[in-house]
């Protein structure tokens, strides 16, 4: 098969690679997943709200529309953008994607030629990373403490790589960390690379699963020379099946990802974007995201009080303020993909922290996802986990 070249950048995730190699394994308790938990989805109100549009406007929803996006989404939008993160916008900024992930896969397309180099957070979302390796990008890794990315590296590389084309940041309780990024911390981050021609992807699906402490503004509120692309998803806080995803951007940026989408997949589905319109206006999401952030919260405290009774004092952990995912930091002598094959024969899985670097990452890191774990499973799988853990470490 003559593919193009570029087909022999595009690798197949190590991350779904492990999930196969659980799913092998029946009744294992596995922490292993990145996904919401499905019993959250308002599935009554969406069955009833699908029945209704369709009743009302089927032929229409049935229909092409138009490639930027379903008109009354994008005025929902607009509004959603000022009151929940304060960023004025209009439509001119605005693109409708098939989920945050499509906004990443443009992005990367806009902006990221061949020996460019993107900067990403260590660790940081496979798929981001991903949507990039086909056009030949070096990946540079910036590391991450508890406030999130650390500006001295952030400087250092900026300073000595003249092909830094465009950052790739989850400042919001990251995909795999659950850490978040502090208020000075994205104050900095805006002056540094203000200083700098280069673009910024926010990537922010979990901003609205704050389940603990104050929210904080956005990377894009705080941009004023418009270099910030600010994806938005509605995958964590209504259903990811629907696929209904924004871009909000300098206007020149909103126009060119409505360009490629021409090319793509001529516009989103349009059925689900008015489902979308139709479930914001007539039932009530904040109450529904509510719901969502106290069962995550439930869900990740009691997860973080089995792991402080159950694994070895020598084992890290991050106590993430919202979002889906714990991270571990083993001893340094562990390598945490080896002890999986002995975690999944005891009982459980968790997904090696290795696979979310770009470039080599440590060995000793995990991934645990908290929203799709019963409160017994997690009781007992923490515990199984922590007797595997205790063998190797102290
Ligand atoms: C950080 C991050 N970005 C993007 C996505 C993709 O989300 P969407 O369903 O909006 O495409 C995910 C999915 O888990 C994610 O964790």
Not at 54 to 83: I, N
Not at 103 to 112: D, N, T
Request: charged residues 25%; glycine residues 8%.
């Amino acid at each position: 098969m003559s593919f193009s070249l570029r087909m022999d950048r595009v690798k197949a995730s190590a991350i779904r690679a492990v999930q196969k190699r659980i799913a092998s394994k029946p009744g294992v308790i596995s922490f292993a997943a990145g996904l919401p938990d499905p019993a959250l989805y308002p599935l009554a109100d969406i069955t009833e709200a699908t029945d209704r549009l369709l009743a009302q406007e089927g032929r229409k929803a049935l229909s092409y529309g138009l490639t930027k996006g379903y008109g009354p989404l994008l005025e929902l939008l607009v509004q959603r953008m000022k009151d929940k993160e304060g960023v004025e916008c209009g439509l001119e900024n605005l693109t409708i994607t098939s989920g945050s992930q499509q906004g990443l896969a443009l992005s990367a397309m806009m902006f990221v030629d061949e020996g460019d180099v993107v900067i990403a957070e260590n660790p940081s979302y496979l798929g981001g990373i991903n949507a990039c390796r086909p056009y030949g990008p070096v990946f540079m890794g910036v590391d991450t403490d508890e406030d999130g990315m650390v500006m001295e590296d952030l400087e250092r590389v900026l300073r000595e790589t003249p092909r830094a084309k465009m950052i790739y940041v989850i400042p919001n309780f990251q995909n795999p960390t659950g850490k978040a990024w502090t208020l000075e911390r994205r104050k900095r981050f805006m002056e540094i690379v203000s200083q700098y021609d280069i673009m910024v992807v926010e990537d922010n699906p979990y901003g609205e699963i704050r389940f603990k402490g104050e929210h904080l503004p956005c990377l894009k509120s705080m941009d004023t020379k418009g270099q910030v692309v600010y994806l938005g998803s509605f995958s964590k806080i209504l259903s990811p099946g629907l696929r209904v995803a924004w871009i909000c951007a300098a206007p020149e940026v909103a126009a060119m990802a409505e360009r490629l989408k021409e090319g793509m997949d001529l516009q989103c589905n349009e059925f689900t974007q008015m489902m979308t319109v139709y479930y914001l206006q007539k039932y009530d999401i904040e109450a529904h995201i509510r719901h969502i952030q106290a069962t995550y919260k439930a869900r990740c405290d009691l997860m973080l009080e089995q792991i402080a009774k159950h694994f070895p004092a020598s084992v890290k952990y991050t106590n993430p303020e919202g979002g889906m995912f714990i991270w571990l930091e083993l001893p340094e002598n562990l390598n945490a993909d080896e002890l999986l094959d002995e975690a999944i024969d005891a009982g459980v899985a968790y997904i090696p922290g290795e696979f979310f670097y770009a470039n080599n990452g440590p060995k000793n890191t995990i991934r645990m996802n908290f929203t799709t774990v019963s409160d017994e499973d997690i009781i007992k799988g923490i515990e199984i986990l922590g007797n595997v853990f205790k063998k190797h470490a102290q």
